[in-house]
């Protein structure tokens, strides 16, 4: 299988849930301003939406949107039980996790990635503090799950990293600054951030 990636891009996520799995990926950088991939084809023929992530399969089909993807990934090793079983409540609580991060955490840094106006800046670091806030309430473990590492804590990570590059004070946040010290520890983490250049 082969990611299509961008180094720190939410395509970070899928990356770290396939090192914790143990599965190998070929990697494929993708230029998010010009749309080409490292090898100069046009991303936008594997993923007509122009974004990472893209996971293209051993058959040639392409999944996209990185909740899917680290779903699917988790489900190619169940034994290492990066999500809960499937029909448990566990199961949709991971789900609610990804789908939060997703709509509410991860699309309110838009404006302060690609040159929002003062006041939407503001808004966006508004929101942000209380999407972040929630997200320290209800964390009552090591991870969003408790005691165990899941897919939702890669996607969690990855935004929350996100913060220093956009002037998002985290300090409010002890539970969270736990959370990432703890996962920058972890032996897939590392592997994922390596092999983009973020170490």
Not at 27 to 36: A, G, P, R
Not at 136 to 165: P, R
Request: proline residues 5%; aromatic residues 12%; negative net charge.
């Amino acid at each position: 299988m082969k990611l299509f990636y961008a180094p720190g891009a939410c395509s970070l996520s899928p990356h770290i849930v396939a090192c914790e799995a143990g599965i190998d990926l070929d990697l494929c950088k993708v230029n998010l301003k010009t749309k080409q991939t490292e090898s100069g084809g046009d991303f936008t023929e594997v993923n007509p939406k122009g974004y990472v992530p893209a996971l293209q399969l051993e058959g040639g089909e392409v999944l996209t949107e990185g909740p899917a993807i680290v779903q699917f990934l988790a489900e190619q090793k169940p034994e290492k039980k990066l999500a809960p079983e499937y029909g448990s409540l566990d199961h949709y609580r991971v789900l609610e996790w990804l789908n939060y991060i997703s709509t509410e955490v991860h699309k309110s840094f838009v404006p302060l990635f690609w040159g929002g106006s003062d006041e939407d800046k503001a808004e966006a670091r508004e929101k942000l503090g209380k999407r972040f806030h929630y997200v320290e309430e209800k964390m009552a473990g090591d991870y969003l799950m408790g005691d165990d590492f899941c897919i939702a804590d890669a996607y969690l990570f990855t935004v929350y990293n996100w913060c220093s590059k956009v002037e998002v004070d985290t300090g409010r946040w002890p539970k969270l600054k736990a959370f990432a010290e703890r996962m920058s520890q972890r032996e897939g983490v590392r592997k994922a951030m390596q092999a983009e250049g973020l170490l």
